[in-house]
């Protein structure tokens, strides 16, 4: 399946998604091409997201935000999100919010088929203040009141991840982040990968397995699907790309030209790379391989 047709057969306007990664692993190609296809009203569901939420706001396809945490950082500030947080442009969100630690226990009530979780951490915070959707209760064991967070089962998440089979198991290095959670979470997954391998090399290192075929619906090949941000033992982050995009989005008509360029005016996420630049992406390859390399199995000869 091709990514074009992942987003047009996964996602539908009104549906929630949530995407896999933080930083890193984050899946750009996806999030460019659920915006080429003009999705809309999107609950996004996340813990936390950095680049990949913005442009998906300023091109208008989410309505709703459930989250404790989207921002740039590093390299500059989320100004969409401010942007239609503060002046409704291109229109307001509806935001629910809580703490990482809660998002993460959303997830894992909805992996864990719970209706919620029991938390002690939001005790004495204000979001028990802001979002009547978290509930305090006397504990019925007698340890007094703890708070209830409801379970998130988005409709569609997107987890970029190293390497993965045609079956959708699927392998990571560096930090999962809440992906294993989240892909037995949602009620489909679309897994992008850096490379397909054959089962077999999966099966050398099952350990690494995070994701398993069960969970997914549909694998896509895509590398660099990540760019700008980095997937750790393949390429390093792009930060002078990332520090246009935010340059870009310090002005409404700034960012809808940067969308133009590297979004609507681009069919597919091959000719986003090919834009990009071949020799641009190898020296991305080659930073990250003199940081870090996944460890290679190697057989001896004859050997079982």
């Not at 995407?19 to 609950?43: M, N, V, W, Y």
């Not at 503060?86 to 226990?105: D, F, K, R, V, W």
């Not at 982050?237 to 989005?249: E, K, Y």
Request: charged share 20%.
């Amino acid at each position: 399946m091709t990514l074009k047709e992942a987003v047009a057969t996964f996602v539908t306007d009104g549906c929630s998604i949530t995407f896999g990664g933080l930083g890193s692993r984050e899946p750009f190609a996806a999030c460019h091409e659920i915006i080429r296809q003009r999705k809309k009203d999107l609950t996004f569901i996340t813990a936390t997201t950095t680049d990949t939420a913005e442009p998906l706001i300023a091109a208008g396809c989410i309505k709703r935000v459930e989250s404790a945490y989207i921002w740039i950082g590093v390299v500059g500030m989320g100004l969409n999100w401010r942007r239609a947080v503060e002046q409704g442009i291109p229109h307001y969100l509806e935001i629910e919010e809580y703490s990482n630690y809660a998002m993460g226990l959303r997830f894992m009530a909805g992996a864990s088929g719970v209706p919620f979780m029991p938390t002690k951490s939001l005790l004495g915070t204000d979001m028990i203040k802001v979002n009547p959707k978290i509930k305090v209760i006397d504990d019925p064991y007698g340890n007094g009141p703890v708070a209830l967070v409801p379970a998130a089962q988005p409709d569609v998440a997107f987890i970029h991840v190293q390497r993965a089979d045609k079956a959708g198991n699927a392998q990571i290095w560096g930090m999962f982040v809440n992906d294993d959670i989240i892909a037995r979470a949602a009620k489909k997954v679309v897994l992008t990968c850096e490379e397909i391998i054959p089962t077999s090399e999966i099966r050398k290192l099952p350990n690494m397995t995070a994701i398993p075929s069960y969970c997914v619906s549909a694998v896509v090949e895509a590398p660099f699907g990540c760019h700008p941000l980095s997937v750790a033992g393949y390429y390093w982050m792009d930060i002078p790309f990332r520090r246009q995009m935010v340059a870009a989005s310090r002005t409404r008509e700034g960012i809808l030209q940067w969308m133009d360029e590297w979004i609507y005016g681009i069919e597919s996420h091959n000719d986003y790379l090919n834009k990009v630049g071949w020799d641009r992406l190898a020296k991305l390859q080659e930073l990250e391989h003199d940081n870090y390399q996944i460890p290679q199995i190697v057989s001896k000869e004859g050997a079982r």
